[in-house]
Nanobody, 125 residues
Framework: EVQLVESGGAVVQAGGSLRLSCKAS????????VGWFRQVPGKEREGISC????????YTSNSVKGRFTISRDNAENMVYLQMDSLKPEDTALYYC??????????????????WGQGTQVTVSS
């Protein structure tokens, strides 16, 4: 059974940092593309950053580029999202996802098959 479990969400002041973690199990981790999404109630889910399965290249959305960094540890089946210079508009429920399309050239994240339960990030002004 594929499982993705996020952690690390918290309440933080604007300008602060957080690191989100996602523990994966139930599949061959280094063969799958993984990524991070976020969603605010009433808005569409937004793809933040991802690793492509084919070549390990990364994509990061313009909304967080230069502030957020995705990384992975294949030995530990972990994917991370380092978030720096946080802004109130970064407040959202953050999800880890696996087995989907991640394209840096197309600036696209889509069709992810597996999802975690989410971890809440709240940035206060």
């Amino acid at each position: 059974e594929v499982q993705l479990v996020e952690s690390g969400g918290a309440v933080v002041q604007a300008g602060g940092s957080l690191r989100l973690s996602c523990k994966a199990s139930g599949f061959t981790f280094d063969e799958y593309g993984v990524g991070w999404f976020r969603q605010v109630p009433g808005k569409e889910r937004e793809g933040i950053s991802c690793f492509a399965s084919r070549d390990g290249s990364t994509y990061t959305s313009n909304s967080v580029k230069g502030r957020f960094t995705i990384s992975r540890d294949n030995a530990e089946n972990m994917v991370y999202l380092q978030m720096d210079s946080l802004k109130p508009e970064d407040t959202a429920l953050y999800y880890c996802a696996a087995d989907g399309l991640c394209s840096r050239t197309a600036r696209l994240m889509s069709d992810y098959a597996y999802w975690g339960q989410g971890t809440q990030v709240t940035v206060s002004s």
